[in-house]
């Protein structure tokens, strides 16, 4: 039924439809959100390889003791340049595209709120990233204190330090012109009906991510800016011997940094609680729960950025604060997995890929949500802090937690934006090797941070070789099965089963309402109260 | 006998797998399981953060048998193959929310009481029988034993240096405590309780010794302080790094501590400063060691 409704939707609003641009024009001038929206993922696609190979050459040289491969100067600007580039060149740009494909469809807009600026917001990214990808090539090579970029050591980079600067204020300027549309966009572009309480829950979260991101992001700006003037023009922010401070940098980073972690997770959020209802055939357990569990968790992340600083020596006050407001992300956060666990409970579960997916989300990112809670504990800190256990923890939430929902997500989706199935054998074979690998990467992390080995050390003391090997073991089976990611995607983009417009038997939400693939100003009329009632079953 | 067969065999099979995996498992096997967790340590404070870190651990381990117990029955009993049919009804309750709500929050209140008596402690600077302070440099240690006219630099050992060229051609595990050892030890009396300054010159680092149980940065314009004290029948070598990227050679700056009785704490300082006395030039030095060092003594 939903089928014939869109194909007579389609029919009479075709003539308005005037396709896209030919050749270059469509991308360069491109205001259509599934354009830009694709530009954002195969952007990110790349970055996460670009960011992957770096990873490469890290595990390459922990594969034993010893220095076989790299000077340690180029370890440390590997170390730092992975982070930057999957940060703010692999999820970041994911997530927005992911909001640029999916959240017109989802609140019933023919596009997002604000098309130029859409435009600009992603070609700042390609120039962002020529000049942070080019301070490799510079006098002094890349930037080698640390994605934190802590002071003094960061302002003893050579020429990197401007362009990574400069590089940094472009993509902060590209997420908050991103985010700005997104918050137009649902706030203003809601078709009649379609209402706060009942948007998807991808809406939701993105809607919380881009306030974090509007309030963030220029603090970030301002302290990069202050270690650009400390450099340059001989300002002394963070320089105790000019009268300045510098923890004062690590308050203002972490200021930014911590709301960045949940930039970074609450939109897979978003997914997974789009996911799991729909392959367990039953509405998401707790929608309102839901989403005032993501304000809640968005509100603590602002209290409590020195969690990442217990060794700088704090007052005990503080000190017992932050762990304290620490601890209490884990009520929020565990409601969300309690309500995804109800989800399933008395549903009748299938196993495509976007759900191995997010199944593998919800073990891993709990896994990493529990070494989070031991992090908080703040004399054990004292003994993990800066050590390979802060790195299993951070990947655990990032890789089988940010990146695997939006794995979970592009296969959830991609039947609906070419209007083909995706190659589900090869899907499944890509979810095992992923599962499988991630885990003997990042599991072992775990016992060399206890057993005491430092964080970002280009070579170790030979009692931390054994687990290193099989780390780097998993490192290298877990980048060479992303190879299959783009080759599935491609495949699928070229030929495949037809899809029907509701891909999945239990899939709900306006976006399957749509033909697939959907038509180019996705919706022209806005849907009316019957079609929003049948898709807003959560 | 047959045991050895039966490896032989395995052995075989393994060859004809491909070679990552017989690495993976190879070193499986030959991983050191006894490095799976926190050391104790050998302080009175590395004891209690090593019993919370177990008690921590314990909770999650708990809490996830029981999550993960859940969702591996929902998986396994509510399947589409297997006929289940969804029970669309089930979408939300109050007890049950309010439950999961409060469990947590039990949890947390439950563990900030020893959290917060923990730290209490370990702030705790009062009596101390030795200052020592510690200096960060690119990329080495200077030592600085407050009022007893005895400091020193600390840096990787010679052998550990030459090894760890990119290329050195020098098999790491042929060189003894490869990267953890240092030209001069830090020198600790056993039993009395000892307090570390830390700063730092040049950039950020961090002093952490594990068994120990605390780490803490060493920061320029800062003077940080942690107290350490081994247990008296903990007399022995331990060691460590810094643990704040600091540059280049970051993983190159070890930290090697021995700790001494108090005797044979008092002959080591007594010998250092005769050595300084030798070496200095300083005419008022003899009374500074004179008036001191018996202060150490004490207790």
Known sequence: MAHEHTADHDHVHGEHDHGPAHGWRRWVYATNHKDIGTMYLIFACTMFFVGGLMAMIIRAELFKPGLQLVDPQFFNSMTSMHALVMIFGAVMPAWTGLANWMIPMQVGAPDMALPRLNNFS????????????????????????????????????????????????????????????????????????????????????????????????????????????????????????????????????????????????????????????????????????????????????????????????????????????????????????????????????????????????????????????????????????????????????????????????????????????????????????????????????????????????????????????????????????????????????????????????????????????????????????????????? | MSFHMKNRHARRGLQAAAFPLFALLASVAHADWGGLNMPEGVTVLSKKIYSLHMLILWVCVILAVVVFGVMIYSIIKFRKSQGAQPDKTLVHSTKVEIVWTVIPIAILVFMAVPIARTLIEIEDMGDVNLNIKVTGYQWKWEYEYLGQNVSFFSTLKRDSNAARQLGSGIDPKSVEHYLLDVDNHLVVPAGQKIRFLLTAQDVIHAWWVPAFGMKKDAIPGYVNEIWVQVDADKVGTYRGQCAELCGRDHGFMPIVVDVLSPADFDKWLREKQAEKKLADVAPDAPAVTASTAPATLAQ
């Open chain 1, 122 to 538: 992603f070609w700042i990214l390609p120039f962002a990233f020529t000049l942070l990808l080019s301070s490799l090539f510079v006098p002094g090579g890349g930037p080698a204190g640390g994605w934190t970029m802590y002071p003094p050591l960061s302002l003893q980079a050579g020429d990197s330090l401007p362009l990574t600067i400069f590089a940094i204020h472009l993509m902060g300027a590209s997420s908050i012109l991103g985010s700005i549309n997104v918050v137009v966009t649902i706030m203003n572009m809601r078709a009649p009906g379609v209402g706060l309480l009942n948007m998807s829950l991808f809406c939701w979260t993105w809607l919380i991510t881009a306030y974090l991101l509007i309030a963030t992001m220029p603090v970030l700006a301002g302290a990069v800016t202050m270690l650009l003037t400390d450099h340059f023009f001989g300002t002394s922010f963070f320089s105790a011997a000019g009268g300045g401070d510098p923890v004062m940098f690590q308050h203002i980073f972490w200021f930014f940094g911590h709301p960045e972690v949940y930039i970074l997770i609450l939109p897979a959020f978003g997914i997974v609680s789009e996911v799991i209802p729909t392959f367990s055939r039953k509405p998401l357990f707790g929608y309102d729960a839901m989403v005032y569990a993501t304000a809640a968790i968005a509100f603590l992340s602002f209290i409590v950025w020195a969690h990442h600083m217990f060794t700088v020596g704090m007052p005990l006050a503080g000190q017992l604060f932050f762990t304290l407001s620490t601890m209490m992300i884990s009520i929020p956060t565990g409601v969300k997995v309690f309500n995804w666990t109800a989800t399933m409970w008395k549903g009748s579960l299938s196993f495509e890929t976007p759900m191995l997916f997010a199944l593998s989300f919800l073990f891993l990112f709990t896994i990493g949500g529990f070494s989070g809670l031991m992090l908080a504990v703040v004399p054990a800190d004292f003994q993990y802090h800066d050590t390979y256990f802060v790195v299993a923890h951070f990947h655990y939430v990032l890789v089988p937690g940010a990146v695997f929902a939006i794995m979970a997500g592009v296969y959830y989706w991609l039947p609906k934006w070419t209007g083909h199935m995706y190659d589900e054998k090869l899907g499944k074979l890509h979810f095992w090797l992923s599962t499988i690998f991630v885990n003997v990467l990042f599991f072992p992390q775990h016992f060399l941070g206890l057993a005491g080995m430092p964080r970002r050390i280009p070579d170790y003391s030979t009692q931390f070789a054994d687990w290193n090997m099989v780390s780097s073991i998993g490192a290298f089976g877990f980048g060479l099965s992303q190879l299959l990611f783009p080759y599935i995607i491609w495949k699928c983009v070229k030929a495949g089963q037809r899809a029907e417009a509701r891909s999945w038997e239990g899939a709900h939400g306006l976006e399957w309402e749509l033909t697939s693939p959907p038509p180019y100003h996705s919706w022209s009329d806005p849907p009316s109260r019957e079609v929003i009632a049948k898709g807003a079953q959560h």
